[in-house]
Nanobody, 117 residues
Framework: QVHLVESGGGLVQPGGSLRLSCAAS????????MRWYRQAPGKERELVAR????????TYGPSVQGRFTVSRDNAKNTVYLQMNSLKPEDTAMYYC??????????WGQGTQVTVSS
């Protein structure tokens, strides 16, 4: 059974940094692309970052490009999201995602990030 557990969220001042983690289990982690999404109140869920199974290829949403870095440790079955230069508009619930097509789409419970002075 797939489990995705996010951690690392919290309250941070504008310009600060946070590192989110997503611990995965129940599937062969090293075989799959992983994604981070976020959803702010009243807004649609948006793709923040994506990392290929080997970590060689990463892509970012335009609003976080140059500030966020996604990485993974396949030995630890964990994907990370390093968030720098945080802005109030980054405030959202952040979710880890696994999409394996017809076999299903899985989400973690989310971790809240609040950027405020």
């Amino acid at each position: 059974q797939v489990h995705l557990v996010e951690s690392g969220g919290g309250l941070v001042q504008p310009g600060g940094s946070l590192r989110l983690s997503c611990a995965a289990s129940g599937f062969t982690f090293s075989r799959y692309t992983m994604r981070w999404y976020r959803q702010a109140p009243g807004k649609e869920r948006e793709l923040v970052a994506r990392i290929s199974s080997t970590g060689d290829t990463t892509t970012y949403g335009p609003s976080v490009q140059g500030r966020f870095t996604v990485s993974r440790d396949n030995a630890k079955n964990t994907v990370y999201l390093q968030m720098n230069s945080l802005k109030p508009e980054d405030t959202a619930m952040y979710y880890c995602n696994l999409d394996i097509g017809l076999q299903g789409m899985y989400w973690g419970q989310g971790t809240q990030v609040t950027v405020s002075s």
